[in-house]
């Protein structure tokens, strides 16, 4: 790895003192986001780091050089006393955590080291990275791609980054490997179709294969069966294609293996299948005016057993293989996005539909609706399905003239959190049910600056209670301010609670400032957020409170 990273140095170096001569272009990227922890009883901001180090540091740096058909890429991590990798305890380490060479000879490309890529929508296979969570699904090995006309073939094999949470710079003993054929391109007329097979094999590493034969070994006779190394997943996909309409399908299956059953007390045999469809159409410029437009999508998605790990001893976010995030709708706004369906890998079945208006230019109005059921199999102890999370949603937009933009809107959620946050109910237990109006106000100052206004309202009796939101900002070319507060007026505790967070009222206050200046943006944020589930790129992990100062830092090159 030393040497790798000294030979981009070099290289790097040619760059910029002979470009001329040889072409080679070097580029590249940083990220860091520095911590300060102000350790917060009220609010139950008081795990390990506010309670010893005080302070945290991830930083990334990416260098990429190209010169005559080769790409060289490297990438340095630092992690110093960070809770990424586990919100309750810090992790230290840093090094080389992404490295690549690849070559494009003809139609063929070559790539070895470290690299992110997916097979169809991702759920049989997907290598991909989201900083924020602290998750790098990289695969380090070999790929091979291959373009002829309007078709592509790509295999791979090797190890997923990662090994949690021992060691984020290493890879899981398992060795994976993969086949993707794709069709990309006319199927009649104005008929366009993109589909393809995919493969996967997942190889269990020895030393969990013995942690699974003795867990077997343990269960009562009637539940004990023969475990197997290897797993295999299969999937076939179609996208259609004609003018103003589009329809996706895909079916995933994967053989039988040892997996968790839902309380995670047993090891179980079971063969697993994802069936997701989609539909989509819009049109623009309808009507006698030709101002009127519209659009609806419809999806449904159904799981049944599909747990796709390194291992089945890998928990939560830790070495999936797939991507199988949850179709409801990904909301931005702080109240609005605080309860959010984590995919149900044992069993869900669910459905979102969204519809788009536009009645006349400057006005748009978005519905959506989207609901969740576990399947029978993983219900409650009659076998009877269970309603795990639904969303109804209405926003409506309009421009009132150049200067004033206006959102208003409504929420209603159902979430059962012991299910998703993996809870055990009791008598002061409850689903969550909230209703949440919403606004924003856009005021243009002059045409370099701006003003904008949100404000939500969240109503619950479950979980911690009733929250208020609000938050003024400004904005400019080069500079953004804003202030905010979220306010828990009514206050509820469950067991779960009670003795974390103050059963009084809680302001969790928050300030911003942030600096653009070409590619390069700084922040600086003082943020105390309340405990809960936090979701980045459809991904969710339930953290801790927040109590402290953030300082950020991205720039490319």
């Given amino acids: 790895m030393k040497r790798l990273f000294l030979a981009l140095v070099l290289l790097g170096n040619l760059n910029l003192n002979a470009q001329d001569n040889d072409k080679g272009v070097l580029s590249g990227n940083f990220m860091s986001n520095t911590q300060f922890y102000d350790r917060d009883s009220v609010i139950g901001a008081t795990t390990e780091v506010y309670n010893k180090y005080k302070s945290s540091t991830d930083a990334w740096l990416y260098l990429n050089y190209n010169v005559k058909g080769y790409s060289f890429s490297l990438r340095y991590d630092m992690f110093n006393n960070s809770p990424l990798l586990n919100p309750q305890t810090v992790y230290n380490k840093q090094g080389v955590g992404f490295w690549q060479a690849s070559k494009d000879v003809g139609n063929l490309n070559l790539t070895v080291g470290y690299f992110y890529d997916q097979f169809a929508s991702g759920m049989i296979f997907r290598a991909y990275e989201e900083r924020l969570l602290g998750l790098d699904y990289a695969i380090q090995g070999l790929r091979v791609k291959y373009t002829i006309g309007n078709v592509s073939l790509k295999g791979f094999a090797g190890q997923q980054k990662g090994n949690y949470p021992s060691d984020k710079f290493g890879v899981f003993p398992e060795a994976i490997k993969g086949f993707n054929a794709e069709y990309n391109g006319p199927l009649y007329k104005k008929l366009n179709i993109t589909g393809g097979v995919s493969t996967v094999n997942r190889t269990l590493a020895q030393d969990n294969m013995n942690k699974v034969v003795d867990q077997i070994n343990s269960q009562n006779l009637a539940d004990r069966f023969i475990p197997k190394y290897n797993t295999y997943a299969f999937n076939g996909y179609a996208r259609l294609s004609y003018k103003s309409l589009s329809l996706y399908n895909e079916y995933n299956y994967k053989t039988k293996e040892a997996i968790q059953n839902q309380d995670g007390s047993a090891l179980i045999n079971k063969a697993g299948n994802i069936i997701f469809s989609t539909i989509g159409y819009s049109r623009a410029g309808l009507g006698k005016n030709k101002k009127f437009s519209f659009g609806a999508n419809l999806q449904y998605k159904r799981v049944e057993n599909f747990v796709l790990r390194t291992s089945p001893y890998e928990q939560l976010n830790n070495g999936l293989v797939g991507y199988n995030p949850s179709i409801t709708r990904q909301n931005t706004y702080r109240l609005l996005a605080r309860y959010n369906a984590v995919t149900q890998f044992l069993g869900e ?207 490319s090159f």
């Fill in 349 to 555: 079945e669910s459905m979102q539909g969204e519809i788009i208006i536009t009645p006349r230019r400057g006005t748009t109005i978005t519905m959506n609706a989207s609901n969740v059921n576990s399947l029978k199999s993983n219900g409650d102890t009659s076998g009877n399905a269970l309603h795990l999370f639904s969303e109804y949603y209405l926003e409506v937009q309009h421009k009132v003239n150049k200067n004033l933009k206006v959102k208003v809107g409504l929420q209603s959620i159902f979430y059962d959190q012991s299910r998703f946050e993996q809870k055990v109910r009791d008598s002061t237990y409850h689903d969550v049910e909230t209703i949440t109006p919403f606004f924003e106000i856009v005021y243009k100052l002059t045409k370099k600056y701006s003003i904008r206004f949100e404000s939500q309202y969240l109503e619950t009796t479950a979980d911690l209670g009733s929250f208020f939101n609000g938050v003024l900002e400004l904005n400019s070319p080069h500079w953004s301010f804003s202030i905010g507060d979220m306010v828990n007026t009514v206050p509820y505790r469950s067991s779960f609670s009670k003795g974390v967070v103050s059963d009084k009222i809680i302001h969790y206050y928050s300030g911003f400032v942030g600096y653009t200046s070409g590619p390069t943006v700084v922040s600086l944020a003082y943020i105390k957020q309340v405990q809960g589930v936090n979701c980045t790129g459809g991904i969710c992990r339930v953290e801790p409170a927040f109590s402290g100062v953030r300082l950020a830092l991205s720039t």
